[in-house]
């Protein structure tokens, strides 16, 4: 039976969900359906890739993972690309050059949604590559995808500025800094990390019981971004943080 998983804009108060999945399974009914999540923002590319990319990469290879957000900006077409063994599927919005901006991405057209349906382009994809056909094989490769541009850290001598780029459903705040960019730049040295009016001297291994209930502490969760949260509250609601607030990181020296 063939995984895919769904992540969409569609919300989850209307009926938009339940008719996804009726229709694709009225195509298919070897398909299992696994949400990710249905409560991206509209507007909110960068959050969407983060969740899927994050999401997807908890399951096996294969299975087939399927994102939606602003479906019909772009060039009005289903993108799809094969990843370790995982299929992606996407519109050409330039979401998956934010899910994986380190890749050098061959992408595929499925086909154009004036001409077929969301539906019946995702059960094609899952079709022939159930019966071994890759996707080179019966889809054109695309070169002129739309491509967005996942925002870095700046840094200038001894100052590193970052910068919120997503805040999770437990109202924690995560920044645009993989732990691996921060232990170069950072390295022996002692540091400070300054949000607006707060700061912080230390990263938390995890922010149960390692601090006063209600203190924040910055810690990298487990995909390995660095995040600013609070034991028992809202972190960006009581800090102040929002997609866009600038933290600056400042190397001590030593």
């Not at 690309?81 to 901006?101: A, R, T």
């Not at 870095?152 to 993989?178: G, Y």
Request: aromatic share 12%; with cysteine; glycine share 8%.
């Amino acid at each position: 039976m063939a995984l895919l998983t769904l992540t969409t804009d569609y919300g989850y108060k209307d009926y938009d969900v339940a008719a996804l999945k009726g229709q694709l399974l009225q195509r298919n009914k070897d398909i299992r359906l696994i949400d990710i999540s249905h409560g991206i923002d509209t507007n909110d590319l960068i959050g969407a890739a983060y969740t899927s990319r994050q999401g997807s990469a908890n399951f096996p290879s294969p299975s087939y993972h399927l994102t939606v957000v602003k479906q019909h900006e772009g060039k009005n077409r289903l993108l799809a690309m094969d990843y370790e063994g995982k299929v992606y599927m996407f519109p050409d919005n330039g979401i998956i050059s934010l899910m994986f901006p380190e890749t050098d991405l061959a992408i595929y057209e499925v086909g154009r949604f004036e001409d077929h349906s969301l539906f019946d382009l995702v059960n094609k994809v899952i079709v022939e590559q159930e019966a071994g056909r890759k996707l080179e094989d019966w889809c054109k490769q695309s070169h002129g995808f739309k491509q967005s541009i996942f925002g870095q850290p700046a840094i200038q001598d001894n100052i590193m500025r970052a910068m919120v780029f997503f805040v999770d459903s437990k109202n924690n705040a995560v920044l645009n800094i993989h732990r691996d960019k921060f232990e170069d730049f950072i390295g022996e040295n002692a540091f400070e990390i300054t949000f607006l009016r707060y700061n912080a001297t230390r990263i938390h291994e995890r922010y149960d019981g390692e601090g006063a209930q209600g203190r924040h502490v910055c810690r990298f969760n487990d995909a390995g971004y660095l995040e600013i949260s609070i034991y028992g509250g809202n972190a960006a609601g009581l800090l102040g943080l929002q997609y866009g607030t600038t933290v600056v990181i400042e190397r001590k020296s030593s």
